[in-house]
Nanobody, 115 residues
Framework: VKFVESGGGLVQPGGSLRLSCVAS????????MSWYRQPPGKERELVATITRFGAESTEYADFVKGRFTVSRDNAKRMMWLQMNSLAPEDTAIYYC????????WGQGTQVTVSS
């Protein structure tokens, strides 16, 4: 199993980024998929989940509700995280994985929110 995340970068507070995830080595369409993040010096945390049935079933951590949107394309084996109204506390390495995570994790993509 392999996950490759991209799309991170440096953004000012209030800005937006769109993260992408490409998955391989698994039957992508049957798995609920999630975005996770690991802020500096903290444990990895769950950010958002999208079920295998697509956009009609998503869940978000309280700290991103109303700002982040997760989506997926099963045919492309891809998932995205649209992040709006970014704040400094969103600074973290962002990872994608199944809701019940596989090993190994990908390298993640760094998101830094700073003025």
């Amino acid at each position: 199993v392999k996950f490759v995340e991209s799309g991170g970068g440096l953004v000012q507070p209030g800005g937006s980024l769109r993260l992408s995830c490409v998955a391989s080595g698994l039957t992508f369409s049957i798995y609920p998929m999630s975005w996770y993040r690991q802020p500096p010096g903290k444990e990895r945390e769950l950010v958002a989940t999208i079920t295998r049935f697509g956009a009609e079933s998503t869940e978000y951590a309280d700290f991103v509700k109303g700002r982040f949107t997760v989506s997926r394309d099963n045919a492309k084996r891809m998932m995205w995280l649209q992040m709006n109204s970014l704040a400094p506390e969103d600074t973290a390495i962002y990872y994608c994985n199944a809701r019940e995570p596989f090993e190994p994790w990908g390298q993640g993509t760094q998101v830094t929110v700073s003025s």
